[in-house]
């Protein structure tokens, strides 16, 4: 047995070694790009034209990958679920309809478990696509489409364990699950609705209406009223601020605080000042069924802490703080 090495050495030997296994999965899945073509078209075809679900399947790292692949379909619009090659010849196989779509991978094309379930899934009339890494395997050959997911080299210093070859057929996977996203449509709102537990969904599915004041709880206040009238709806209102709104109920204006510090250095006499003498007029407003995330926007972009919301009709309907959206969770 060689002694160890000094700590510098192996440092060096780490970093070396993880730049090598860096680049040759990046290599292998950027020479998937050059072969995607006809066969990948049939399979999205394939799958569009099913009223089934998708049925991934596979064993060892291969049914990792293929757990991964089938969450991913399933959070794009594509239902999908994961089915253990194994637990597939032992009763699972029930769950396949002639309607489903199963994708079975396997770098080398002949996994005995996966080889045995593929004639009882063409029994039950469900099509089969198969991710490989050899296109003349038993698997490849027995699929209604094909994908080739062959790599020059495992990043494995031995060339055994399975690594640049799982990166591929991931990425493969990614690659249909996005590529059918677009072809059925699939937007923002739509994944929204499939992660409404996180922040994601909460940033996408909140709208203004959700997290603004409504107009009655908003401080407001007529152009011709005094400064001192001004602050003290502000105070009344808690939030910084105070609508100056026309007797239709349109807003002219806002009167911030720091609308006030700015008046104050330019010397105003807060005793004889009236509003239309300090207001910011044409104030920036948004309607109440824009996302939140849009409000933060404008707010962050115009480095503003309140923003009014008007309705359809331009009257004001509520308004907002950077406080309000961080209650929300939406910044």
């Known amino acids: 047995m060689n002694p160890p090495q000094p700590q510098s050495a192996r440092d060096a030997g780490a970093v070396a070694m993880a730049r090598r296994v860096l680049r ?51 959070s794009t619009g594509t239902p999908a679920y994961f089915v253990h090659a194994g637990e597939a010849a032992h009763g699972d196989l ?65 060339n055994l364990a399975p690594t640049a070859s799982t990166t591929a057929a991931l ?28 922040s ?7 709208h203004v209406s959700d997290v603004m004041r409504p107009a009655e709880r908003v401080p407001q206040i007529a152009e011709t009223e005094s400064l001192t009238t001004a602050l003290l709806e502000m105070s009344r209102g808690g939030m910084g601020m105070t609508a100056v709104v026309a007797p239709d109920g349109k807003p002219m204006g806002i009167f911030t605080d720091g609308d006030l510090r700015r008046a104050l250095e330019r010397g105003c006499d807060a005793r004889t000042a009236t509003l239309s003498d300090v207001m910011t007029r044409n104030p920036r407003s948004i309607g109440p069924d824009a996302l939140a995330v849009e409000a933060a926007e404008i707010m962050e972009r115009q480095r503003i802490s309140q923003l009014l919301v008007v309705d359809a009709q331009g009257a004001l309907a509520g308004a907002l703080t950077t406080h309000d959206l961080m209650l929300a969770k939406v910044i």
């Open 200 to 206: 994601l969904g909460r940033r996408l599915l909140t």
């Open 171 to 198: 990425a493969l996977g990614d690659a249909l699950a996005v590529a059918l996203l677009d072809a059925r449509g699939f937007g923002a709102d739509d994944f929204a609705r499939s992660h409404p537990g996180g």
């Open 94 to 158: 029930g769950m396949i309809t002639p309607e489903d779509v199963v994708i079975a991978l396997s770098n080398s094309g002949a996994t005995e478990e996966v080889l045995t379930i593929v004639p009882l899934v063409k029994r039950q009339g469900a099509k089969l696509i198969s991710i490989t890494g050899n296109p003349e395997s038993p698997l490849a050959r027995e699929a209604d489409v094909h994908l080739d997911a062959a790599v020059s080299e495992e990043a494995c210093p031995l």
């Open 24 to 74: 040759i999965e990046a290599e292998a899945v950027a020479a998937l790009a050059d072969r995607i073509g006809g066969e990948f078209e049939q399979a999205v075809d394939l799958i569009l034209q099913r009223h089934g679900r998708v049925i991934v399947t596979g064993i060892g790292k291969s049914g990792h990958i293929g757990r991964k692949i089938a969450a991913t379909l399933a």
